[in-house]
């Protein structure tokens, strides 16, 4: 299964970035399609999952900067990323998942707040 992902770059503290990650339309429509981030030395953790009804869970570290958005007719996932600080710098995961079914990962893009 691909997960395409798309949109990391460096960006200066206070600015704005929008990734979006991309996969096939009936995985798209079963699965709650999310963003989960890596820093260097720290675990995986969520930044947000939307499922296939538009129900939203957001990582406490992110609520409020971050929003993500489904794209129904281009079967795409987008986090756009508000008011970016050094402790958001990590490797950005796109995910694919319905409970005891799927899990998919994409390969990951690099997101770095400096100055």
């Known amino acids: 299964v691909q997960l395409q992902a798309f949109g990391g770059g460096l960006v200066q503290p206070g600015g704005s970035l929008t990734l979006s990650c991309a996969t096939a339309?009936?995985?798209?429509?079963?699965?709650?399609m999310g963003w989960y981030r890596q820093a260097p030395g720290k675990q995986r953790e969520l930044v947000a999952t939307?499922?296939?009804?538009?129900?939203?869970e957001y990582g406490t570290s992110v609520e409020g900067r971050f929003t993500i958005t489904r794209d129904s007719a281009k079967n795409t996932v987008m986090l756009h990323m508000n008011d970016l600080n050094p402790e958001d710098t990590a490797v950005y995961y796109c995910?694919?998942?319905?409970?005891?079914?799927?899990?998919?990962w994409g390969q990951g893009t690099q997101v770095t707040v400096s100055s």
């Open positions: 995910n694919a998942q319905m409970k005891d079914v799927f899990d998919y």
């Open positions: 339309q009936n995985i798209f429509w079963l699965a709650v």
């Open positions: 939307c499922t296939d009804s538009g129900n939203i």
